[in-house]
């Protein structure tokens, strides 16, 4: 059985992709203070108010706060 050859073509506005949602997960928010960032160690999107900063190979880096594993267990005994 041949593959179907899908081509894809950039729009006039610039999209190459139909099925795909325009726009980021991360929806920007009006206020600096609730936007989320990733802890630098697991990776994880938390707004900035579950964020600490520790310094970390030389430089401020924004991890969970207490740490990752309690943060991820108070979030999951909440819901």
Do not use: W
Not at 6 to 24: C, E, M, V
Not at 27 to 42: E, I, P
Not at 49 to 64: D, E, N, R, Y
């Amino acid at each position: 059985m041949a593959k179907d050859s899908t081509k894809t073509t950039i729009d006039a506005d610039g999209l190459r992709y139909r099925s795909k949602a325009p726009g980021s997960p991360f929806a920007a928010t009006s206020s600096f203070g609730a936007a989320t960032m990733s802890c630098f160690l697991c990776g994880k999107h938390r707004p900035r108010a579950m964020l600490k900063s520790k310094k970390l190979l030389g430089k401020s880096q924004p991890v969970c706060a207490p740490s990752c594993k309690e943060l991820e267990e108070q979030l999951s005994n909440k819901s």
